[in-house]
């Protein structure tokens, strides 16, 4: 059996900043900086999701609060946000179903290139190929930190 | 037209593909349940995360007084969703009969002995004298039959697994089952915690390991993995309160 070393604090600390860039393909504009920039956030629980708005908003960012993805769904399409941030594990319609949908509204809303990215508790390399899949740009595990929104952010 | 009787079923092909099929409830239950206490537990820590990410990048005194005040909600419920969890799920069953090791022991071999036969395994059995003990009937065949299941599944066709009976102390049957084919748990499996991050141990072997620690634990047993003396393997000793025969 190989033994593997347990992560240290600088290892920790290192991880906070990482975000997974997945390659997608896409029309998603680039984040350079152009702050402030509408930040959807889609997420179930209430309070992660009030957390994660104060986060951007720390940043200088609008946040645009759903909680599930027919809310998403609306928001992306009167508020065009620049980035969503998407929870993998929402009720009914999952994260994964989102983005798919998501992708096809941006094909039929002209200008609009939404960077999609995923938030998830898993950090195996499974997730990672099904973030791909279904078309999100990016994936950053939980809990996210402001390093790791700096990078999405550009900021 | 003629219709043929079914063939008469093989026994212990049935008998492998029962214990197959409960391996594999075993492992989804506890996937599924990982998973559902992962996030239940994973939410609150992630906003504590956050709100202490919020405090770094705003010190003004208003703002660190509330996110502490979110925090402690947060801990709260955090504590609230482990107790629930803890008191429903580790509801103990209600004590069973008492029955002898003997035939605790045979019961539990008769069911995988076909299976190990099947796959070219011979079972050695030794419970001479301790026959007339009496121990609880329900949790410690699960645990027997668990740890066989586990044996049948890891050993090669040609060699044997061994099995024990015997008396320990005046108030304890120990069982000793000696698994040459699986390897030794990792170190941190007392603790019920999974192999350090990218370690490779198999995880039905831990997930069967696990429960019979649980369960032995439970009824006031033990449960001890240790390197087997002799050969390749480890040995698996599990202790369980009994009584003499009345």
């Not at chain 1, 809303?109 to 099904?130: K, N």
């Amino acid at each position: 059996m190989r033994e593997a070393k347990s992560p240290g604090r600088k290892d920790l600390a290192r991880d906070r900043t990482r975000v997974y860039s997945l390659g997608v393909t896409n029309q998603a504009k680039p984040l350079g900086g152009k702050p402030p920039r509408c930040v959807l956030i889609v997420e179930d629980d209430d309070d992660s999701r009030e957390m994660l708005g104060e986060l951007v908003s720390a940043f200088g960012h609008r946040a645009v609060p759903a909680s599930n993805a027919a809310e998403a769904i609306a928001r992306t399409r009167d508020q065009r946000p620049d980035l969503a941030l998407i929870d993998i594990g929402l009720p009914e319609v999952d994260g994964c179903e989102l983005a798919r949908l998501l992708r096809l509204v941006m094909v039929e809303t002209p200008g609009l290139h939404t960077r999609l990215v995923a938030l998830t508790g898993y950090s195996d390399g499974a997730m990672r190929e099904s973030a791909g899949a279904a078309g999100f740009d990016a994936y950053v595990v939980k809990p996210i930190m402001p390093e790791a929104l700096e990078a999405l952010l550009g900021a | 037209m003629t219709v043929q009787a079914p063939e008469k079923p093989d026994l212990a092909a049935l008998l492998s593909r029962l214990d197959e099929l409960r391996v594999a409830e075993r492992r989804a239950v506890s996937a599924r349940m990982v998973s559902v206490a992962g996030h239940l537990i994973g939410t609150p820590l992630n906003v504590i995360a956050g709100r202490a990410a919020l405090m770094r990048t705003n010190s003004a005194p208003e703002a660190i007084e509330e996110n502490v005040r979110r925090i402690e909600e947060q801990v709260e419920r955090l504590a609230q969703r482990i107790r629930r969890l803890i008191d429903y799920f580790g509801l103990a069953e209600p004590p069973t009969e008492l029955r002898s090791v003997g035939d605790v022991l045979e019961e539990c071999l008769s069911l995988y002995r076909p299976v190990a036969e099947l796959r070219g395994i011979s079972l050695q059995v030794d419970t001479d004298g301790v026959e007339p003990l009496r121990i609880e009937g329900s949790v410690a065949p699960l645990v027997l039959t668990t740890l066989l299941s586990l044996a049948v599944r890891t050993t090669a066709p040609g060699q044997s697994i061994s099995i024990s009976a015997s008396e320990d102390g005046p108030k304890a049957a120990l069982f000793e089952l000696g698994l040459p084919g699986l390897q030794a748990p990792p170190t941190n499996f007392e603790r019920f915690e999974p192999p350090e991050h990218g370690a490779r141990y198999d995880v039905g072997a831990l997930e069967a390991l696990w429960v019979c620690l649980g369960l032995a634990r439970r009824m006031g047993g033990a449960l001890e993995i240790v390197k087997a003396k002799s050969g390749a393997g480890v040995t698996v000793r599990f202790r369980v309160v009994a009584a003499s025969p009345a």
